[in-house]
């Protein structure tokens, strides 16, 4: 959970086209750093978990906590309004607030399926659900021991993405443009998946996810997720991440360290 937290933080400053860069050298924390939507809806995901109460109703919740977190606008539509039908979205916001899913269960098949739960509140469309337990299985494999390579074949295998591209490619060519499906599960998992498969490091998965523009709050966020089951995160990091939350983010969070994480 803290890796999503992290990636999140991280990559808000660089997020847009007028933001964008298309390096891994820049700072990992500047004044503009801040938790967003990302870490929001990640912390209502956890609580969710935690408390036992419905994905869509801890969803909600934390809507009306940080009503003006940077959601988007079917997003926000849906948690003003008093109906818990979901909207059929594809877009990348079941995959990157799925990350306590992965820590949370001691079986690839629940975590599939917890996955499909706390997407299809919201994102019943097949990408959308399919991005999530992508992500969710990622996590898993990574905290449970299972090499890049097992990873990277899992997924191909399990998701049919493919996920041959380099990092050092797809910075070249994604989010040139305003294209809304660069916000999309099916754009988005593909990068974020690389990015980690491509680094030597927790550090080295976000600035590197960074680089390739676009949705970088949510892109940093999914990859930060899988990078810290695989790797691990600093200390320091994890203090200065800490510090930027507030008391019922960082509460959420330690709660579900204490009864989840399993440090490798």
């Known amino acids: 959970m803290l890796g999503s937290i992290a990636g999140d933080i991280i990559g808000q400053p660089y997020e847009g086209m007028r933001h964008n860069i298309r390096t891994t050298d820049f700072a990992l924390f500047t004044p503009r750093s801040h938790f967003t939507d990302d870490s929001v809806l990640t912390a209502a995901i956890a609580d969710a978990i935690l408390s036992g109460r419905p994905y869509g ?3 909600k919740e934390y809507y009306s ?3 003006h977190a940077g959601y988007g606008g079917g997003f ?6 008093g109906a818990t039908e979901p909207y059929n979205s594809f877009g990348n916001g079941s995959a990157m607030r799925v990350g306590p899913v ?3 269960f001691d079986l690839l098949d629940e975590v599939l399926e917890q996955a499909k739960k706390s997407a299809e509140v919201t994102h019943n469309h097949p990408h959308g ?3 999530a337990q992508a992500v969710a299985a990622a996590i898993y494999l990574a905290r449970t021991g299972s090499s890049k390579d097992q990873i990277r ?3 191909e295998d399990g998701f049919g ?3 041959s591209e380099t990092i050092d490619n797809l910075r070249t060519w994604y989010a040139l443009d305003y294209d809304p499906l660069y916000i999309s599960c099916q754009k988005s998992v593909p990068a974020t998946l690389i990015a980690f498969l491509d680094s030597d490091g927790f550090e080295d998965a976000i600035r590197k996810v960074v680089s390739i ?9 999914i990859t930060g997720s899988i990078a810290q089951a695989h790797y691990g995160i600093p200390n320091s990091l994890r203090d200065e991440v800490i510090s930027k939350l507030d008391d019922r983010l960082s509460i959420v969070l330690l709660a579900f360290e204490e009864r989840f994480f399993k440090p490798r």
């Open 65 to 67: 906590y940080y009503p």
């Open 161 to 163: 993405y493919d996920l």
């Open 153 to 155: 074949a899992d997924l």
């Open 57 to 59: 109703e801890k969803l």
């Open 76 to 81: 926000k539509h849906w948690a003003r309004s």
């Open 129 to 131: 659900i399919k991005g």
């Open 213 to 221: 523009g676009g949705d970088t709050d949510t892109l940093a966020c």
């Open 102 to 104: 992965g820590w949370a």
